[in-house]
């Protein structure tokens, strides 16, 4: 896996090394009905998962969730069903619920076999400290849920 230095000379995952943040961006890419990301790279696009802890302490959980963060959580998800239908051939859906507290469930099935499920809370602060956690967490979670598909294929089907 190739890897780049920024300034600060910390190593940092490309986007088109990493199958899990390409596929985050084509979900977040299909959002985009006015054309604005068209120009974009891939990692501005997805430069709002990385908030340092730091500044998600300070995001206020106060009120109703933010549209554009309830976005992102829905197209984290549905980066990880597409993975895992790409993978196994299993239609995947996605149902992300949360409250206007930021607590909920982030769920994705296919057939009858629940192949992710996340309990969500203080979604308000969504986000991962660098591009590299962002990428392990949901490469983490399509490899949990292809072995899932795997181990219970009688069940997946419909």
Known sequence: ??????????????????????ALVQQLRSYD?????????DELVIAPYVIPKKKRREISLEGDIDPTTQLRIICYFRAIAALIEQETGLLCQVVVDLNHEGFGWALVWGGKLMVVSRSLRDAHRFGFDTLEKLNEQGTKLVNSGIELVQRFPEVSKL
Do not use: C, H, K
């Open 33 to 41: 009905s006015f054309g604005v990301y068209r120009t974009w790279t």
């Open 1 to 22: 896996m190739a890897t780049t230095t920024t300034n600060s000379e910390t190593p940092t995952i490309l986007v088109a090394d990493s199958p899990f943040l390409q």
